[in-house]
């Protein structure tokens, strides 16, 4: 017969052992998280035809021929739910399969990471933009025109250059901090579903008859995963604003007063930062206006906006870091007491 002491003390073993595992588990994280960082400063995006987010595109667009048809908002739910059945069960059992050997894991854990957000293109797309202004508008216009859902074809310089700046700023929080912070929090699967949340927005959710209904869930869930993360970065950017020594206060001041300008109650808190920063007016016509214009807009405004861009993103990263460490101080107090 076992003793109690002996029941006992292999009880207080057990309990060790399993945090002991989960702090495993977080230091394996947070190679993975570096790993992919890398991955996308080095490499950038996967192939198109390997890209999950292209898979998610077009399975988007197949569904909704279909979806479409039930006009109603609930189409929108179940086109939402699908995705996230289709992608994320694979991607949990792919992890729990892979768990068998470590290295392939983690090689597999980051690349599938790194398609979650993406800090090379979105520098890059917008370093294009101003080398094409200097060279010929029209293509300026042409190479606007992948980056915004507005017309582009009669875009005059300094329109371009604002909406530049918008999707720059913009996708911060998007392509970057919002994933790489809910990964944080929820692992791959987590990035992966605020990556799948995002493009049906990026997709469907616009207020035009034919994606009103289908695109209202999905929107309204991107308000609410984007909420915390648009506001951290937008912080993050005055602060920036500061160390670069652009006008940090007229950026917070900007932003507490304009982010309330766009339709999405999120994308103009990094804007209107931005905007205050490099004390320019962001407009895109008929739908909002951010700052007061004290500098023109012109091709050398965009390089400020980069510089604006990659201090937030390192120092967000950072901040990140800095929360899974604090998360690994948990468990692994947890683990030891």
């Known amino acids: ?177 919002a994933p790489l912070f809910y990964s944080v929090l929820f692992g791959i699967p987590g990035a992966f579903i605020y990556r799948i949340i995002n493009t049906l927005d990026a997709m469907v959710g616009y207020k035009d008859e034919e994606n009103y209904l289908i695109g209202y869930f999905p929107a309204k869930v991107d308000d609410i995963l984007n909420y915390i993360p648009a506001r951290f970065t937008g912080i993050i950017l005055v602060v920036s604003s500061l160390i670069l020594g652009f006008n940090w206060k007229n950026s917070w001041k900007v932003m507490i007063k304009d982010a309330g300008n766009t339709p999405s109650p999120n994308s103009g808190y990094t804007m209107a930062a931005v905007a205050g920063a490099l004390e320019v007016s962001l407009i895109k016509p008929g739908v909002y206006k951010l700052g007061s214009p004290q500098r023109d807009l012109n091709p050398e405004t965009i390089n400020d906006a980069i510089k604006l861009t990659k201090l937030t993103i390192i120092i967000s990263i950072i901040l990140l870091i800095v929360l899974q460490l604090i998360l690994l101080i948990l468990v692994f107090n947890k683990a030891f007491i």
């Not at 989960?22 to 950038?44: N, P, R, Y």
């Not at 216009?141 to 720059?168: C, G, N, P, Y």
Request: glycine share 2%; aromatic share 10%.
């Open 1 to 177: 017969m076992i003793s109690i002491s002996t029941h006992i003390h292999f009880s207080n073993s057990l309990n060790k052992v399993l945090p002991s595992k989960k702090l495993c588990m977080e230091l394996i994280f947070l190679i993975i998280f570096f790993g992919a960082i890398v991955l996308d400063l080095t490499m950038g995006e996967l192939p198109v035809n390997i890209h999950p987010v292209v898979w998610m595109g077009k399975l988007i667009s197949y569904l909704k021929t279909f979806l479409i048809k039930i006009n109603s908002k609930f189409s929108g739910f179940i086109l939402t739910m699908l995705l996230l059945i289709l992608f994320i069960v694979p991607l949990i059992l792919l992890l729990k399969i892979l768990s068998f050997n470590l290295i392939i894991y983690i090689f597999f854990s980051l690349v599938i990471l790194s398609t979650t957000f993406s800090i090379k293109f979105l520098i890059s797309s917008i370093q294009d933009i101003k080398k094409d202004l200097k060279c010929n508008l029209e293509i300026a216009r042409q190479s606007m025109s992948f980056l915004v859902s507005r017309d582009t074809k009669s875009l005059k310089k300094e329109e371009i250059v604002s909406a530049a700046i918008e999707t720059l700023s913009e996708n911060i929080t998007d392509s970057v901090v």
